[in-house]
Nanobody, 117 residues
């Protein structure tokens, strides 16, 4: 069982930056693919960025060049650095963990990010 706790959300003006953190406990962190998803009101939950257990990263087209996902396996933590934020980035951001072999999946409770224009 993996527990995920997100932090770092908040209110920021357009053009600003935030850094989200997701602390994991349980399981072997380094064996998990980690991802950030977001869900805006009335919309589906979409993947924003993924960092695989290998360290390879993927990004949604809408955030390429602005967001950076990283992981610190020694601290069991994954980060999402968000720069040049836009009002359309407003959403609840969720941390996701998926085992590299079994695909067992876990979610955090989410953290709100609000970008004002």
């Amino acid at each position: 069982q993996v527990q995920l706790v997100e932090s770092g959300g908040g209110l920021v003006q357009a053009g600003g930056s935030l850094r989200l953190s997701c602390a994991a406990s349980g399981g072997i962190f380094s064996r998990n693919h980690m991802a950030w998803y977001r869900q805006a009101p009335g919309k589906q939950r979409d993947v924003v960025a993924t960092i695989f257990s290998s360290g390879t990263t993927n990004y949604a087209d809408s955030v390429k060049g602005r967001f950076t996902i990283s992981r610190d396996n020694a601290k069991n933590t994954v980060y999402l650095q968000m720069n040049s934020l836009k009002p359309e980035d407003t959403a609840v951001y969720y941390c996701n963990s998926r085992h590299f072999l079994t695909s067992d999946e876990y979610w955090g409770h989410g953290t709100q990010v609000t970008v004002s224009s």
